[in-house]
């Protein structure tokens, strides 16, 4: 049973316009337009969100003509679920056996 968390992905996710990203691409692949109009971001800002994403396997990308589609990778969000699912479960474990250290 895992009962650690990927810290760095956190710390990816932890930042709201980079949650808000991977929000919207969990719908639908969009393009850097999209996702400008749907946050409000600036072109430049959102680009260096959009290079962590992509640098932390978040999310991949796909070239079409002059613009560049953002697609989330489901399989990085689904693992890091199953590490937090984990977690509830040794915490659930804890709770019925009465695992507790003593003081000293």
Excluded: W
């Excluded at 109009?37 to 800002?45: D, L, S």
């Excluded at 990308?61 to 399989?75: A, I, S, V």
């Excluded at 659930?92 to 003081?103: F, G, H, L, M, Y």
Aim: hydrophobic share 40%; glycine share 4%; aromatic share 4%.
């Amino acid at each position: 049973m895992l009962t650690s968390v990927d810290t760095d992905l956190l710390r990816v996710l932890a930042d709201p316009l980079r949650l808000r990203i991977v929000t919207l691409l969990a719908r639908e692949t969009l393009c850097s337009t999209h996702l400008i109009e749907e946050t409000g971001a600036r072109q430049t800002n959102l680009s260096n969100h959009l290079k962590v994403l992509r640098e932390a396997g978040v999310v991949e990308t796909e070239p079409c003509g002059r613009f560049t589609y953002y697609r989330l990778k489901p399989d990085v969000i689904a693992t890091l679920a199953g590490q937090f699912a984990d977690l509830a479960e040794a915490a659930r474990a804890t709770a019925e056996n009465d695992v507790k250290r003593s003081c000293p």
